[in-house]
Each structure stands twice: as structure tokens, then as C-alpha cells.
Antibody, heavy 121, light 110 residues
Framework: QLQLQESGPGLVKPSETLSLTCTVSGGSISSSSYYWAWVRQPPGKGLEWIGSMYYSGGTYHNPSLKSRVTIFVDTSKKQFSLKLSSVTAADTAVYYC?????????????WGQGTLVTVFS | QSVLTQPPSASGTPGQRVTISCSGSSSNIGSNTVDWYQQLPGTAPKLLIYSNNQRPSGVPDRFSGSKSGTSASLAISGLQSEDEADYYCEAWDDSLNGWVFGGGTKLTVL
């Protein structure tokens, strides 16, 4: 089964860019069987989908975040990454990377353990 | 305000059957399948039900899902203390062109 692991800074200053990477093992990041996604969870709150990317480049972004989000895949490193620009305190959350699989529709099959990012000056 | 609406809390005693509802609209649940996730305290979400009523391998058959119109439900029978967790529904939304989650339901086993 796939295993995913997030990595990146735990502290980001307001107005700067949050950068996280997800390393994938147990499967091919170039496989047409998977979509790759980022989901976040503010402290004490629910899940919010950020964006998703197919290995070949097709992307979807949450409309509420779209202009600030960049997601890209590095197949050589078996990684996909998230960049969220112009962060504020509202972006403080646990960030999860996830893999999606398909059965009638894509669903979030495997999740990383999550990494807490705090926006703090 | 989440696009999919779930009750904030639910409870039951060991052995009981509980259901958690998820209400949406024609652009999400009404035209797409629903998935459910279990999040135990301090851990990442885990897939519980996909495609309305399918269980991944390893998920006990005590968990079941259903969908009717623009609503879906997760049922847990033979409730156990280890079922105490947050549960989230999720679906694709054709209008938003993205995935949407419910606000989550905190299940307490009394």
C-alpha cells in the first residue's frame, strides 16, 4: 500500500509562502491510478480540501484558495509539493497529503500523518 | 460553513447502532458518490467507506454507508469504545469543481 510523509517548516511568517513536500513510497507517483492531494485541518476544526494534481499535470484547486495555491509533482524524487502564498494566521493548520484512487469517483485512499504549520510572526 | 452538513455530535452506548447523516445538494451528493472518513483523536483521517457503500479491506462490516437523493448516512452497528472518533463525509461538487467535506461529527461512546 502507498505510504505518504509530509515534510516542511513548522513555522511560517505572515505574508510569506508556505512550502510543504510529500514523499510517496510503496507505489509509483507517475501511475495513472492515482491523484495526489493536499487537505488541511485548522486546530479544532474540520477538513478542508486545498488542491489536487494528476501526475500528467491536470490540477484542481479549492476556489477559495485558488490564486494562492501551487501544486506540482517531481517524479524523479517521488514527491509532490504544495506552495501557499501570502499566508495569514487563518492558514495555521495541520496539513495532510493524500492519494486518491478511483471507483466511480476519486476518493481519498491513503493519508500522510500530517504536519502542523503555524503562521506566526 | 461546510458545503456538506453533518450533525456536530452523536452518541451511543456499547452494542448500540448509531447513524450519522450528511446532507448536500444536487451538485454534490445528488450527482456523485459519497465517501466517509474516520479520524481517531490525534491521528490522520482514514478511509472508512467509498463509493457510497463500499468498505476498503480491513474495515469491519459493522460500518455501512448509504445514499438517497441529496443525503447520505453512515451507520455503525455493535458500537465499540474504539469507535469514538470524528467522522467526515466527502463528495465531489460539480459546481465548485472540487472536493467538499462535511463539518464532521464527533461520536461519543457513553
Amino acid at each position: 500500500q502507498l505510504q505518504l510523509q509530509e515534510s516542511g517548516p513548522g513555522l511560517v511568517k505572515p505574508s510569506e509562502t508556505l512550502s510543504l513536500t510529500c514523499t510517496v513510497s510503496g507505489g509509483s507517483i507517475s501511475s495513472s491510478s492515482y491523484y495526489w492531494a493536499w487537505v488541511r485541518q485548522p486546530p479544532g476544526k474540520g477538513l478542508e480540501w486545498i488542491g489536487s494534481m494528476y501526475y500528467s499535470g491536470g490540477t484542481y484547486h479549492n476556489p477559495s484558495l485558488k490564486s494562492r495555491v501551487t501544486i506540482f509533482v517531481d517524479t524523479s524524487k517521488k514527491q509532490f509539493s504544495l506552495k501557499l502564498s501570502s499566508v495569514t494566521a487563518a492558514d495555521t493548520a495541520v496539513y495532510y497529503c493524500a492519494s486518491l484512487e478511483y471507483s466511480n469517483r476519486w476518493y481519498f485512499r491513503y493519508w500522510g500523518q500530517g504536519t502542523l504549520v503555524t503562521v506566526f510572526s | 460553513q461546510s458545503v456538506l452538513t453533518q450533525p456536530p455530535s452523536a452518541s451511543g452506548t456499547p452494542g448500540q447502532r448509531v447513524t450519522i447523516s450528511c446532507s448536500g445538494s444536487s451538485s454534490n451528493i445528488g450527482s456523485n458518490t459519497v465517501d466517509w472518513y474516520q479520524q481517531l483523536p490525534g491521528t490522520a483521517p482514514k478511509l472508512l467507506i467509498y463509493s457510497n457503500n463500499q468498505r476498503p479491506s480491513g474495515v469491519p462490516d459493522r460500518f455501512s454507508g448509504s445514499k438517497s437523493g441529496t443525503s447520505a448516512s453512515l451507520a455503525i452497528s455493535g458500537l465499540q469504545s474504539e469507535d469514538e472518533a470524528d467522522y467526515y463525509c466527502e463528495a465531489w461538487d460539480d459546481s465548485l469543481n472540487g472536493w467538499v467535506f462535511g463539518g464532521g461529527t464527533k461520536l461519543t461512546v457513553l
